[in-house]
T-cell receptor, first 110, second 112 residues
Framework: ELKVEQNPLFLSMQEGKNYTIYCNYS?????LYWYRQDPGKSLESLFV?????AVKQEGRLMASLDTKARLSTLHITAAVHDLSATYFC??????????FGEGTQLTVNP | DTAVSQTPKYLVTQMGNDKSIKCEQN?????MYWYKQDSKKFLKIMFS???????INETVPNRFSPKSPDKAHLNLHINSLELGDSAVYFC???????????FGQGTRLTVV
């Protein structure tokens, strides 16, 4: 059974700082999604990483995938308040089950 | 056009009542899901249907019964509601096993 661990689960950071969120997963996966959930809202897809070594960037967020280490990272550069949200990773595996990480609740303080 | 829509968005009800949440997707996807999100934001899968057929049925109380009248709809009926059922319930859909999932806006259920 796939296990997905994110850390940290809670992250409070100041504007302008950098930080990385980690997503470890337990079984083979060659595709991974990152989702964002704003408070009280639904989940929206941020990135899909399609292969080992894939890197995607949008604005202050950059995601990467290492399928050999079964690790994805979401790096935040010069955080701003608008990035405050919960971030979920979702490694794609065979079958229909969607197993998400526990989520990282990010709060960016002025 | 809303891709995955759930109704109602908010539901407040008393313990012991029976309620339903509806979900519809207009994306033509084959697979639909119900997730429960607790206060800690953890997303727990409850059910999944593929072309109206139940394929995932997690260990949820049998008071929860999904129904899929067609592949565009997946409804969730809950009998004898309990305080612990209070959560946000999300419907999601996707096409096949290798694509992103699209989520509904969620239904915040509060049992009092």
């Amino acid at each position: 059974e796939l296990k997905v661990e994110q850390n940290p689960l809670f992250l409070s950071m100041q504007e302008g700082k950098n930080y990385t969120i980690y997503c470890n997963y337990s079984t083979t996966s060659d595709r991974l999604y990152w989702y964002r959930q704003d408070p009280g809202k639904s989940l929206e897809s941020l990135f899909v990483l399609l292969s080992n070594g894939a890197v995607k960037q949008e604005g202050r967020l950059m995601a990467s995938l290492d399928t050999k280490a079964r690790l994805s990272t979401l790096h935040i550069t010069a955080a701003v308040h608008d990035l405050s949200a919960t971030y979920f990773c979702f490694p794609q595996t065979s079958g229909s089950r969607l197993t998400f990480g526990e989520g990282t609740q990010l709060t960016v303080n002025p | 056009d809303t891709a995955v829509s759930q109704t109602p968005k908010y539901l407040v009800t008393q313990m012991g009542n029976d309620k339903s949440i509806k979900c519809e997707q207009n994306l033509g996807h084959d697979t639909m899901y119900w997730y429960k999100q607790d206060s800690k934001k953890f997303l727990k899968i409850m059910f999944s249907y593929n072309n109206k057929e139940l394929i995932i049925n997690e260990t949820v109380p049998n008071r929860f019964s999904p129904k899929s009248p067609d592949k565009a709809h997946l409804n969730l009926h809950i009998n004898s509601l309990e305080l612990g059922d209070s959560a946000v319930y999300f419907c999601a859909s996707r096409e096949g096993g290798n694509t992103e999932a699209f989520f509904g806006q969620g239904t915040r259920l509060t049992v009092v």
